[in-house]
């Protein structure tokens, strides 16, 4: 027998009286995002990207759209294949690296209606209160439906967004141009920025050089490039708190894969992230036998060291005596040989680890006076209408969610490709709509 359909199981719940109940939960986040800025607060875990070229301004930031998994770094070698309570121990928050944190935006935290206690006929019972009474903003009971998740992004640049004057090495060129020699000094150029320039003649010779400099721009204007990334892991993942249980996660399957480490491809084959990289069976089988197997994670990890010190640390790979294979110390390794430190047209063009993450959404978008543009909007729809069963807020404890993986991560990056610094305003809207009752 064919199982019913979307309308099939709304007319049975009408007629029974069940699942009438409209739960929405709103999200409402907005603020300003800077290049060079990642701070680590409310985060224990250093979020400083440590394989990209910070040389000029880079805005890297991220949110998740519930919450994020704890994954591997590396710290070691472990086998997503065989799972053991070993490696479920020292894992870490997969925002390393990934710059800024909008925050984890709880989308699944729906609320559900308080029972009471009441006599009834001499008997103590739990109650909830009539659905009628319940607030569209909690559920009315555990059991019910997670319907759809309407979540929308829109990242516009702003009005007064700094911009990195010229070096005083390029506008004295220009000054040099016509004599080989100027009057005006770096002091005077240096002043002139500071607003205290007094003297007319260096002003008037500095504002034309900056005009020449300004119409010899090929843009005119920064050159702001985005590139925006809605990603999750390919299988179910795994979140370290009180109530984990090592051996469910190990007996239904979860990956621990660290996108910190390979949400990117390589030149060569092998992913890339922000902290490192992860070593291939198939290409990397000139390692030592009787060291580490490939694949595992080599690059940094954040940890305390010797001293007392949390830092970025260099990961730690057991290895044979000697290193005889890999001809580095253990772990520090952060590219693969024949590739080089990311820049910011990498992180522009590189081509995503599909093999292992979902990626709902890869757009490349250019704002700025030169596109005529000053705005961008996408929305994600998420039609879930999967079946819940918890009285906790975190529809996630909810057994029958066990088996997808509701763990969206959103990576945002920019660059004006240049010296100029990079500021994006975001505002984020979202609605999680569920039945109950």
Not at 158 to 187: D, F, M
Not at 217 to 234: C, D
Not at 313 to 323: K, T
Request: hydrophobic share 35%; aromatic share 10%.
């Amino acid at each position: 027998m064919a199982p019913f359909n979307t309308n099939q199981v709304k007319y049975i719940q009408a007629v029974a009286g069940r699942q009438q109940h409209t739960t929405l939960k709103a999200i409402n986040v907005n603020g300003v995002l800077t290049s060079g800025t990642y701070p680590t607060h409310p985060w224990p875990e250093n979020l400083d990207p440590q394989t990209i070229n910070l040389s000029d301004p880079l805005l890297l930031a991220q949110f998740a759209l519930h919450e994020y998994p704890h994954a591997w770094d590396a710290s070691g070698v472990h086998n997503n294949d065989i799972l053991e309570a070993a490696d479920f121990e020292n894992v870490v928050a997969t925002n390393q690296g990934f710059g800024t944190n909008i925050g984890e935006l709880r989308a699944l935290d729906v609320p559900c209606a308080a029972e009471s206690l009441s006599w009834v006929n001499g008997y103590q019972t739990q109650t909830r209160v009539d659905d009628d009474w319940t607030p569209s903003t909690v559920r009315a009971t555990p059991d019910g439906f997670l319907k759809s998740l309407n979540l929308k992004l829109r990242l516009t640049l702003p009005t007064n967004i700094p911009v990195a004057h010229p070096t005083w090495t390029e506008i004295e060129a220009i000054l040099k141009r016509q004599t080989g020699s100027t009057t005006v000094s770096s002091v005077n150029y240096d002043d002139f920025w500071k607003g205290v320039l007094s003297e007319q003649a260096a002003t008037k010779s500095i504002q034309s050089a900056l005009d020449i400099f300004g119409r010899s721009h090929p843009m005119h204007t920064p050159h702001y490039e985005f590139r925006l990334i809605m990603f999750r892991n390919r299988i179910n993942t795994y979140r370290a708190t009180a109530s984990s249980n090592n051996l469910d996660a190990i007996r239904n399957g979860v990956s621990l894969l660290n996108p910190g480490y390979d949400l990117f491809m390589g030149q060569t084959g092998r992913p890339r992230g922000p902290l490192g990289y992860r070593t291939s069976p198939k290409l990397d089988k000139n390692l030592d036998p009787n060291g580490a197997p490939a694949p595992y994670y080599s690059g940094v990890r954040w940890g305390t060291d010797s001293n007392g010190v949390t830092t970025f640390l260099n990961g730690v790979i057991p290895q044979a005596a000697g290193d005889a294979g890999h001809h580095y110390t253990s772990g520090e390794k952060k590219f693969p040989d024949g590739e080089a430190t990311l820049t910011h047209r990498d992180l522009m063009t590189m081509p995503l680890n599909k093999n292992d993450y979902v990626v709902m959404r890869d757009v490349r978008f250019f704002l700025g006076q030169a596109q005529g543009k000053s705005h961008f909007e996408d929305v994600f729809d998420f039609d879930f209408n999967d079946q819940i069963n918890t009285a906790d807020t975190d529809l996630m404890t909810s057994d029958t969610l066990a088996d997808k993986n509701y763990r969206w991560h959103c990576v945002i990056i920019g660059t004006s490709n240049g010296h100029d610094p990079v500021h994006l305003n975001y505002e984020i809207r979202g609605t999680t709509a569920c039945q109950s009752g």
